[in-house]
């Protein structure tokens, strides 16, 4: 009566590396660190105001990262969400999407794992979202423009 053992097979780095990427928390993974420095620097280049980066993942765990922005009018509110959605359009999941309008006061851009709020100050004061998800690790200030991964 023979025993066989069988043969332990050692998994390749590659897929171990692929396997822990899907359990990174949203805010570990460097292409989203990389896209959200990238989104940042864009809106600090284009001077839009009190830049906020908000870190959702330990309030509720279906959310990643919220990019808050200000804008000093319309027209310059408008400006940027164009240059940003021809800037940024390779990441966005809805390839078809259409400039929004900035009449509005509050554009909104999904990365899925990032969003971005374009706001004029009356809106960002209303809607209050840095309230809202208060509870939220705040990354990135244009105050300190220094980012805490």
């Given at each position: ?31 989203v ?30 959310f ?11 027209l ?74």
């Amino acid at each position: 009566m023979s025993i066989r053992r069988k043969r332990k097979l050692k998994p390749k780095p590659q897929k171990i590396e692929q396997i822990e990427q899907k359990f990174l928390k949203v805010s570990e993974k460097q292409e989203v660190r990389k896209l959200v420095e990238e989104i940042v620097n864009f809106l600090d280049d284009k001077k839009m105001q009190n830049i906020i980066v908000m870190n959702l993942e330990i309030v509720n765990p279906y959310f990643g990262i919220f990019i808050i922005a200000s804008a000093n009018s319309y027209l310059q509110l408008g400006m940027v969400a164009k240059e940003f959605q021809k800037k940024f359009f390779d990441y966005m999941p809805e390839k078809n999407s259409k400039t929004q309008d900035a009449q509005s006061g509050w554009l909104i851009f999904d990365f899925v794992d990032v969003i971005v709020h374009l706001f004029m100050p009356e809106q960002r004061s209303y809607y209050n979202l840095e309230k809202l998800w208060g509870d939220s690790e705040i990354i990135y200030t244009s105050d300190t423009k220094q980012f805490q991964w």
